[in-house]
């Protein structure tokens, strides 16, 4: 895999979804030595594991092709306290919100 594809970090127990990031080749061989969550850094332009720093890492359980094999799913189970750099549990917390329709009448 040259590409990067879009990964999408859920809980294995709770299904919480906790973030996306972006595999590559090369990072998918890391999770296989290493049993945890490996990222391509887009902004960094490198290899990262999950967690490594924070100390807040993500211990792959199942990993998981979309129907068209262009994104991943992967169940973790978390070794820390949150996912998100925010101190978020989730990288999901913020609510998009859409200006409320008025509603039309039947004769309009």
Not at 51 to 60: A, I, R, T, W, Y
Not at 86 to 97: A, D, M, V
Request: aromatic share 12%; charged share 30%.
């Amino acid at each position: 895999m040259s590409k990067l594809i879009p990964t999408i970090i859920q809980d294995y127990k709770s299904k919480a979804v906790y973030m996306l990031g972006y595999s590559s080749g090369k990072s998918l061989e890391k999770i296989k030595t290493t049993g945890y969550v490996w990222f391509w850094s887009r902004s960094r332009k490198k290899l990262w594991m999950k967690g490594e720093e924070s100390g807040n890492k993500l211990k792959v359980k199942e990993i998981y092709f979309d129907c068209d094999q262009d994104s991943l799913l992967i169940k973790v189970s978390l070794e820390g306290k949150n996912v998100c750099h925010s101190g978020n549990l989730s990288c999901f917390f913020t609510p998009l919100s859409f200006p409320r329709r008025r509603e039309s009448s039947s004769n309009e």
